[in-house]
């Protein structure tokens, strides 16, 4: 570091200082209102002594910004950028600038959270309905979802719901061999431990003698084969079996959709809208069905209600559904998705419309005609007569020195096993096929086989006839300036934390620094794709390695898997490591998972992923894991216990005492501990799971390490493990994880072996900046910020749980339920009435229903704690208004909440209250208001009416009447 650096004032200290939010003197000031003598001494009265970590954390010594961006320069210069043309699910793409400033740069799209509170999300929820309305469109199929993790995870989410929904009772399903190599991976995975068969086959040959209760087949092939798959579809249906295409999106611009040729899911990548490969992700994947399937769909379901005053408004449809309320019967675990960028690649539609898209599709297409008649003349026919953008041949002999000389021309093929595949993209140029038919041996020029090679090679029976982006959202944003308003108008409806404090207890909202989010979009980290040749992307194992280490040193784990896309992946790949280590010791027949009644709902869905059996554990009436309980029901299963989840701090924010005996008892069963690591934020550099006695856990990067929750995603879900389960880590066809073998026992989980390797450089940055001392800081900070609204909660709205001291970790319970008896109060009405204070809700009757989970994290300064705090009190005297009669609880502000422009401007106002009162409630800036654009919005009239894509504009004009 220079000394000018440091007289610029850009160390690494002033970096900790700027992540977290309280100053020196607001730290004096809270501690005084929490009646502690200093941070050490809060945290003595917080976390059981017997698990505090010995030694303090030291992850080296921690950079300024200026040192940490220069730092990933040089890391981003070890990966170099070849041109791939490796296909197998991931293309080049161009984002439009437009679209990587104002949405994936910009922190109002990218630090907002699920839209669970409808009335803040218009925005974001609009542009998720314009994602499932264009992949409607371009299946042909009747109701889509807002994204799944990648399309292997798409994969193995459809065969599992093919398998409830077929009226064969085979225990098989078909795979088609043309699929790409790590689809069929993700599945085997996923099929293994519910006893389901694969048989991989020949759709057009050997589907007839099959007995199966369904099949995915690929479209266009991996190898580019563009077959007509209606026989193999018929052959289907007439079994009474599921068929499920994997399909391209762009492809399906020119071509027949699934829906046309009878397929019931169609399932995909939407990465090439606009979304950058990033080495592996994050993208968004699709799933559509046809309307007899969609009360069955996995992940989240925009659909359209209407809000108050009748006027529509958009929301999640069919939430109750969810795995939240199934629990251990849920289907699957799918709880953050990838809603940025569903975001981005619905914007890429909206911004080429269906004919720029049409013309990307055909340019693509036409380049790779020119190609294909390019490597005939070099004695190279394609292996297939109809494709889209992707070629393969039998290079024989000549393979090596092909990738040899291809390699030399900066670009990467895709390695079949016997043959060499070339696939194209809307960023191939002319000179791009050249150098391709260069490596295959003839100097060829580009102008001259265009002019003879033939127009149309599309097959004609597999041509599109349909229209698809008919919605006028596709047509009027054709100019810059209409699309870039129309990107502010959306992020304008919604609340992120670019505004405002997010108080979602268990979501960890905390800064999103730009220094960390800056390197994630430079080509060397943005372009790579997932399967290049490991050499290319030193610079990104660099980086993998030295976050495993780190993650390490913070977890107290020997290992990691960088692998799981999600938090609730990660709870997946640990049951599986758990259950591959049972298998190991001649103990497969141990299948019973312990969970206690508050866990988060992914736990007991990701046991039945992995056919574990759920045995509820109670819980006392202080929120903590019923011990007496939890030692008679491992006793009573002590031959077959697997498992328990735990999750710690528990979910109701204390830190429990008995955390090491229950740990002790599950192993004197045999059994493991999975500790759900997603409230890590309260532990880094106090405690470490790994040394007090659990097993493996996921770490929630998207909740302790700063990625941005993206209105839903993306997330990234790592496990760490004890050195016992290192081997059973999820492993990968292509890049081999050094911890895991060719045979490895357990397959992946992530269609990429590294997940969504991209944002990882996310969490690096921030952990690099902080250092052990600073990330240590940021926790005591996160506990100190919890204890504070606590001490001023406490006297208008009681706090649930607190420990022995009256301490509460780094998130809080207040409970409203007794206002309820004595005015009719609801949780919903304090949540929507917290809008009028311009604030997004706290999490919402999770663990316990009818309450408020109030996380603030260190980075909410105490100015903003103290907005929070007043609003939240000034609701509990709106309350006392109404317990003293002034109104009804039906006439209130409260239940009228949230308050819109239709309100101030209402002519006919008949209200017990004043519009102001409404509209500006006490300590709210009028220059500064938030407003809600639509009303409270009714959730049971969207679920009985399901409208899941944009409703033609005439239904608009009806609603609103
Ligand atoms: C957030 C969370 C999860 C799930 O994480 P996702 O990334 O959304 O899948 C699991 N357990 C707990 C306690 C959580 O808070």
Same mark, same amino acid.
């Not at 047509?475 to 670019?498: G, N, P, Q, V």
């Not at 809080?812 to 009719?824: A, F, Q």
């Given at each position: 570091?220079?000394?000018?650096?440091?007289?610029?004032?850009?160390?690494?200290?002033?970096?900790?200082?700027? @992540?977290?939010?309280?100053?020196?003197? *607001?730290?004096?000031?809270?501690?005084?209102? $929490?009646?502690?003598?200093?941070?050490?001494?809060?945290?003595?009265?917080?976390?059981?002594?017997?698990?505090?970590?010995?030694?303090?954390?030291?992850?080296?010594?921690?950079?300024?910004?200026?040192?940490?961006?220069?730092?990933?320069?040089?890391?981003?210069?070890?990966?170099?950028?070849?041109?791939?043309?490796?296909?197998?699910?991931?293309?080049?793409?161009?984002?439009?600038?437009?679209?990587?400033?104002?949405?994936?740069?910009?922190?109002?799209?990218?630090?907002?959270?699920?839209?669970?509170?409808?009335?803040?999300?218009?925005?974001?929820?609009?542009?998720?309905?314009?994602?499932?309305?264009?992949?409607?469109?371009?299946?042909?199929?009747?109701?889509?979802?807002?994204?799944?993790?990648?399309?292997?995870?798409?994969?193995?989410?459809?065969?599992?719901?093919?398998?409830?929904?077929?009226?064969?009772?085979?225990?098989?399903?078909?795979?088609?061999?043309?699929?790409?190599?790590?689809?069929?991976?993700?599945?085997?995975?996923?099929?293994?431990?519910?006893?389901?068969?694969?048989?991989?086959?020949?759709?057009?040959?050997?589907?007839?003698?099959?007995?199966?209760?369904?099949?995915?087949?690929?479209?266009?092939?991996?190898?580019?084969?563009?077959?007509?798959?209606?026989?193999?579809?018929?052959?289907?249906?007439?079994?009474?079996?599921?068929?499920?295409?994997?399909?391209?999106?762009?492809?399906?611009?020119?071509?027949?959709?699934?829906?046309?040729?009878?397929?019931?899911?169609?399932?995909?990548?939407?990465?090439?809208?606009?979304?950058?490969?990033?080495?592996?992700?994050?993208?968004?994947?699709?799933?559509?069905?046809?309307?007899?399937?969609?009360?069955?769909?996995?992940?989240?379901?925009?659909?359209?209600?209407?809000?108050?005053?009748?006027?529509?408004?958009?929301?999640?449809?069919?939430?109750?559904?969810?795995?939240?309320?199934?629990?251990?019967?849920?289907?699957?675990?799918?709880?953050?998705?990838?809603?940025?960028?569903?975001?981005?690649?619905?914007?890429?539609?909206?911004?080429?419309?269906?004919?720029?898209?049409?013309?990307?599709?055909?340019?693509?297409?036409?380049?790779?005609?020119?190609?294909?008649?390019?490597?005939?003349?070099?004695?190279?026919?394609?292996?297939?007569?109809?494709?889209?953008?992707?070629?393969?041949?039998?290079?024989?002999?000549?393979?090596?020195?092909?990738?040899?000389?291809?390699?030399?021309?900066?670009?990467?093929?895709?390695?079949?096993?016997?043959?060499?595949?070339?696939?194209?993209?809307?960023?191939?140029?002319?000179?791009?096929?050249?150098?391709?038919?260069?490596?295959?041996?003839?100097?060829?020029?580009?102008?001259?086989?265009?002019?003879?090679?033939?127009?149309?090679?599309?097959?004609?029976?597999?041509?599109?006839?349909?229209?698809?982006?008919?919605?006028?959202?596709?047509?009027?944003?054709?100019?810059?300036?209409?699309?870039?308003?129309?990107?502010?108008?959306?992020?304008?409806?919604?609340?992120?934390? *670019?505004?405002?404090?997010?108080?979602?207890?268990?979501?960890?909202?905390?800064?999103?620094?730009?220094?960390?989010?800056?390197?994630?979009?430079?080509?060397?980290?943005?372009?790579?794709?997932?399967? $290049?040749?490991?050499?290319?992307?030193?610079?990104?194992?660099?980086?993998?390695?030295?976050?495993?280490?780190?993650?390490?040193?913070?977890?107290?784990?020997?290992?990691?898997?960088?692998?799981?896309?999600?938090?609730?992946?990660?709870?997946?790949?640990?049951?599986?490591?758990?259950?591959?280590?049972?298998?190991?010791?001649?103990?497969?027949?141990?299948?019973?998972?312990?969970?206690?009644?508050?866990?988060?709902?992914?736990?007991?869905?990701?046991?039945?992923?992995?056919?574990?059996? $759920?045995?509820?554990?109670?819980?006392?009436?202080?929120?903590?894991?019923?011990?007496?309980?939890?030692?008679?029901?491992?006793?009573?299963?002590?031959?077959?216990?697997?498992?328990?989840?735990?999750?710690?701090?528990?979910?109701?924010?204390?830190?429990?005492?008995?955390?090491?005996?229950?740990?002790?008892?599950?192993?004197?069963?045999?059994?493991?501990?999975?500790?759900?690591?997603?409230?890590?934020?309260?532990?880094?550099?106090?405690?470490?799971?790994?040394?007090?006695?659990?097993?493996?856990?996921?770490?929630?990067?998207?909740?302790?390490?700063?990625?941005?929750?993206?209105?839903?995603?993306?997330?990234?879900?790592?496990?760490?493990?004890?050195?016992?389960?290192?081997?059973?880590?999820?492993?990968?066809?292509?890049?081999?994880?050094?911890?895991?073998?060719?045979?490895?026992? $357990?397959?992946?989980?992530?269609?990429?072996?590294?997940?969504?390797?991209?944002?990882?450089?996310?969490?690096?940055?921030?952990?690099?900046?902080?250092?052990?001392?600073?990330?240590?800081?940021?926790?005591?900070?996160?506990?100190?910020?919890?204890?504070?609204?606590?001490?001023?909660?406490?006297? @208008?709205?009681?706090?649930?749980?607190?420990?022995?001291?009256?301490?509460?970790?780094?998130?809080?319970?207040?409970?409203?339920?007794?206002?309820?008896?004595?005015?009719?109060?609801?949780?919903?009405?304090?949540?929507?009435?917290?809008?009028?204070?311009?604030?997004?809700?706290?999490?919402?009757?999770?663990?316990?229903?009818?309450?408020?989970?109030?996380?603030?994290?260190?980075?909410?300064?105490?100015?903003?704690?103290?907005?929070?705090? *007043?609003?939240?009190?000034?609701?509990?005297?709106?309350?006392?208004?109404?317990?003293?009669?002034?109104?009804?609880?039906?006439?209130?502000?409260?239940?009228?909440?949230?308050?819109?422009?239709?309100?101030?401007?209402?002519?006919?106002?008949?209200?017990?209250?004043?519009?102001?009162?409404?509209?500006?409630?006490?300590?709210?800036?009028?220059?500064?208001?938030?407003?809600?654009?639509?009303?409270?919005?009714?959730?049971?009239?969207?679920?009985?009416?399901?409208?899941?894509?944009?409703?033609?504009?005439?239904?608009?004009?009806?609603?609103?009447?």
């Amino acid at each position: 570091m220079t000394a000018h650096r440091k007289t610029n004032g850009d160390t690494a200290a002033s970096f900790v200082r700027r @992540h977290i939010g309280p100053s020196a003197r *607001d730290v004096t000031a809270m501690l005084e209102a $929490v009646s502690a003598k200093s941070v050490d001494a809060l945290i003595a009265d917080t976390l059981p002594a017997s698990i505090r970590q010995a030694a303090p954390l030291d992850l080296g010594k921690p950079l300024s910004e200026t040192e940490a961006i220069a730092h990933m320069a040089e890391l981003a210069r070890q990966n170099q950028v070849f041109t791939s043309l490796i296909g197998q699910g991931y293309s080049g793409t161009i984002l439009p600038a437009v679209i990587q400033r104002n949405i994936l740069e910009n922190p109002a799209w990218y630090t907002a959270y699920t839209p669970y509170q409808p009335e803040i999300s218009q925005g974001r929820l609009e542009a998720l309905l314009n994602f499932q309305t264009m992949i409607c469109d371009l299946t042909g199929l009747d109701v889509a979802n807002a994204s799944l993790l990648d399309e292997a995870t798409a994969a193995a989410e459809a065969m599992a719901l093919a398998e409830r929904h077929s009226q064969v009772k085979a225990q098989a399903f078909f795979v088609d061999k043309d699929v790409h190599p790590q689809t069929l991976a993700v599945m085997r995975t996923r099929a293994e431990p519910l006893g389901w068969e694969l048989i991989v086959g020949d759709p057009l040959t050997d589907l007839d003698k099959a007995d199966v209760l369904g099949a995915l087949l690929q479209y266009p092939g991996s190898s580019g084969a563009l077959r007509d798959l209606r026989p193999a579809i018929s052959a289907l249906k007439a079994k009474g079996a599921l068929a499920i295409l994997a399909a391209d999106l762009l492809a399906l611009t020119l071509i027949a959709s699934p829906g046309e040729l009878g397929a019931d899911i169609a399932i995909g990548s939407a990465q090439r809208f606009g979304v950058p490969m990033g080495y592996g992700g994050p993208h968004a994947a699709y799933m559509a069905v046809r309307d007899a399937l969609k009360r069955s769909l996995p992940g989240r379901i925009v659909g359209v209600s209407v809000d108050s005053r009748g006027a529509p408004a958009y929301r999640l449809a069919l939430q109750t559904r969810e795995q939240h309320i199934r629990r251990e019967k849920a289907t699957s675990n799918i709880c953050t998705a990838q809603v940025l960028l569903a975001v981005i690649a619905s914007m890429y539609a909206v911004y080429h419309g269906p004919e720029g898209l049409s013309q990307i599709a055909r340019n693509v297409h036409r380049r790779a005609a020119v190609l294909a008649s390019g490597l005939r003349k070099l004695g190279f026919a394609p292996q297939s007569e109809a494709f889209f953008d992707t070629l393969s041949v039998d290079a024989g002999a000549k393979r090596a020195e092909i990738v040899a000389r291809a390699t030399a021309e900066k670009i990467n093929l895709g390695i079949g096993d016997t043959s060499l595949r070339i696939a194209l993209d809307e960023t191939t140029t002319p000179a791009t096929v050249e150098a391709v038919w260069r490596a295959f041996g003839g100097t060829l020029s580009y102008a001259e086989i265009d002019a003879t090679t033939r127009e149309a090679l599309l097959p004609e029976a597999l041509k599109r006839t349909t229209p698809f982006l008919t919605h006028p959202v596709f047509h009027a944003h054709r100019s810059e300036t209409e699309m870039l308003r129309y990107m502010r108008k959306l992020s304008d409806r919604d609340l992120a934390l *670019d505004r405002a404090m997010i108080p979602l207890g268990s979501c960890t909202m905390k800064l999103n620094a730009t220094t960390e989010m800056m390197p994630l979009t430079w080509p060397e980290f943005a372009t790579l794709h997932p399967f $290049v040749p490991r050499e290319q992307a030193s610079g990104y194992h660099a980086l993998f390695a030295r976050l495993e280490k780190w993650l390490c040193d913070i977890t107290g784990y020997d290992a990691i898997s960088l692998q799981p896309n999600s938090g609730a992946q990660g709870e997946y790949a640990g049951l599986l490591a758990i259950r591959g280590y049972h298998a190991s010791r001649g103990e497969s027949h141990r299948k019973i998972c312990l969970i206690p009644s508050s866990a988060h709902g992914t736990n007991p869905a990701s046991a039945a992923m992995v056919g574990m059996d $759920v045995v509820v554990v109670a819980c006392e009436k202080n929120g903590d894991v019923d011990v007496n309980d939890l030692r008679a029901k491992a006793e009573k299963h002590s031959n077959d216990l697997a498992a328990v989840m735990i999750t710690y701090p528990s979910t109701h924010g204390v830190f429990e005492e008995h955390i090491r005996e229950i740990c002790d008892i599950v192993h004197g069963h045999g059994g493991q501990v999975y500790l759900d690591g997603a409230n890590l934020n309260a532990q880094v550099g106090l405690s470490r799971p790994g040394d007090y006695g659990a097993d493996v856990s996921h770490l929630n990067l998207h909740k302790t390490f700063c990625i941005p929750h993206g209105g839903g995603g993306p997330g990234m879900g790592p496990i760490g493990v004890r050195a016992h389960l290192a081997p059973f880590l999820p492993s990968h066809p292509e890049n081999r994880h050094p911890a895991t073998q060719a045979d490895a026992p $357990v397959g992946p989980v992530s269609a990429a072996p590294f997940g969504s390797a991209s944002i990882l450089t996310i969490s690096y940055i921030y952990i690099l900046m902080m250092g052990g001392e600073g990330l240590k800081r940021a926790t005591e900070i996160a506990i100190l910020n919890a204890n504070y609204i606590a001490a001023r909660l406490d006297p @208008h709205f009681p706090v649930l749980y607190k420990n022995a001291k009256g301490r509460v970790a780094h998130e809080c319970i207040v409970d409203p339920r007794p206002l309820k008896v004595t005015s009719g109060v609801t949780v919903d009405d304090i949540a929507k009435r917290l809008i009028d204070y311009g604030f997004h809700a706290p999490t919402m009757s999770f663990p316990v229903p009818g309450t408020l989970m109030i996380e603030p994290t260190e980075s909410e300064s105490k100015a903003e704690l103290d907005r929070f705090c *007043d609003a939240m009190i000034a609701i509990r005297k709106e309350i006392a208004e109404v317990e003293a009669g002034r109104f009804k609880i039906e006439a209130s502000p409260l239940r009228h909440a949230p308050h819109t422009v239709h309100d101030i401007a209402d002519d006919d106002w008949k209200r017990a209250y004043t519009r102001s009162e409404g509209c500006f409630p006490a300590g709210t800036s009028r220059t500064d208001k938030y407003w809600s654009p639509v009303g409270r919005v009714d959730n049971v009239y969207g679920d009985r009416n399901l409208v899941c894509s944009c409703p033609p504009v005439s239904d608009y004009a009806q609603a609103a009447e």
